[in-house]
């Protein structure tokens, strides 16, 4: 099976309008991100295009996705909500009967 190589972007730049200029400094990749008022990535500089480029700011840091269906049975052991603010929410969402929001019979 084929594996992608992996780079890591770094945010070189953020203009005071927002912009953020990031880069690759495994392949050369450039880009420039603006987020207001509507999201536009501008590649400048394409580098290795079959790499899987991954980054964040500000202690966020982006992994490796990990898909699985709504039905796996280790989904809520594996993501539990721990952040007592979250509580009321994670109630309201318990309570809320969403599955006859969208039933057309009912």
């Not at 690759?24 to 420039?32: A, D, I, N, Q, V």
């Not at 290795?48 to 699985?68: F, N, P, V, W």
Request: glycine share 8%; aromatic share 10%.
């Amino acid at each position: 099976m084929f594996q992608q190589p992996r780079h890591e972007m770094q945010l070189k730049t953020e203009s005071t309008s927002g912009a953020e200029l990031w880069y690759c400094p495994r392949c050369g990749r450039r880009l420039l991100l603006d987020w207001e008022p509507k999201f536009k990535k501008t590649i400048l500089e394409a580098g290795d295009e079959y790499a899987i480029h991954s980054g964040g700011k500000g202690g966020l840091r982006m992994g490796r996705t990990q898909i699985m269906t709504v039905n796996d049975p280790s989904f809520e052991e594996e993501h539990p909500i721990e952040d007592a603010r979250l509580a009321p929410w994670e109630e309201w969402l318990e309570e809320s009967d969403f599955e006859d929001l969208w039933d057309d019979e009912a």
